[in-house]
């Protein structure tokens, strides 16, 4: 099992930036393959970003991509969401997401049943 702690939100001006982490505990870190999600109240939770084990591939979202940057830190047991230009329909809860990932190659998933753990979530409020 893996815990996950979310921290970083806060309220931003519309073009701002925020970095949002996603500290883990538990099980050894690269085993997963890790994702940012986020949900509007009202909405479904939405598919923002993943990362393979290694760091090494990653995937987003129309939506964010050229805008944000995800990454890890294995050896800090870290995940990270760098947001830029930040828009004020980017407003929303933020969580990231570990799914246990043993295969040989980084397949990326983008639907949030296939996660395995979740953190609690940090709140993004992008003003205008």
């Known amino acids: 099992q893996v815990q996950l702690v979310e921290s970083g939100g806060g309220l931003v001006q519309a073009g701002g930036s925020l970095r949002l982490s996603c500290a883990a505990s538990g099980r050894t870190f690269s085993s997963y393959a890790m994702g940012w999600f986020r949900q509007a109240p009202g909405k479904e939770r939405d598919f923002l970003a993943t990362i393979s084990r290694g760091g090494g591939n990653t995937v987003y979202a129309n939506s964010v991509k050229g805008r944000f940057t995800i990454s890890r830190d294995n050896a800090k047991n870290t995940m990270y969401l760098q947001m830029n230009s930040l828009k004020p329909e980017d407003t929303a809860a933020y969580y990231c997401?570990?799914?246990?990932?043993?295969?040989?190659?980084?397949?990326?998933?983008?639907?949030?049943?296939?996660?395995?753990?979740w953190g609690q979530g940090t709140q993004v409020t992008v003003s205008s």
């Open positions: 997401a570990a799914k246990d990932d043993t295969s040989r190659y980084f397949s990326p998933e983008t639907r949030p049943q296939t996660y395995d753990y």
